[in-house]
């Protein structure tokens, strides 16, 4: 079955560097566009960024610039580098398989950004 699997979260401080990762199973994972969603506490989903199957990617303004989206697909892992942290980064990091909108997710790595 399909499985995704978050891991890096952690506490950072502001201005500091994180990577999250997520690790893909039981499909196909060069064949499908990928995604990071997260959610801060109290607030809704908020869309990260997309990569698609091979390196074209995808940003939301408020990240452009300081998060990076990658894949390794001889690895079946999508990553999202997080640099220049900032407190309102803070949130729970979903990556979600994409299929004509995300079908599949992950139960998510909490990233908290605090001095």
């Known amino acids: 079955q399909v499985q995704l699997v978050e891991s890096g979260g952690g506490l950072v401080q502001p201005g500091g560097s994180l990577r999250v990762s997520c690790a893909a199973s039981?499909?196909?994972?060069?064949?499908?566009?990928m995604s990071w969603v997260r959610q801060a506490p109290g607030k809704g989903l908020e869309w990260v960024s997309t990569?698609?199957?091979?390196?074209?990617?995808y940003y939301a303004d408020s990240v452009q610039g300081r998060f990076t989206i990658s894949r390794d697909n001889a690895k079946n892992t999508l990553y999202l580098q997080m640099n220049t942290l900032a407190p309102e980064d803070t949130a729970l990091y979903y990556c979600?398989?994409?299929?004509?909108?995300?079908?599949?997710w992950g139960k998510g790595t909490l990233v908290t950004v605090s001095s």
């Open positions: 979600a398989r994409q299929n004509n909108g995300p079908d599949y």
């Open positions: 039981g499909f196909t994972f060069s064949n499908y566009y």
């Open positions: 990569i698609n199957t091979g390196e074209l990617t």
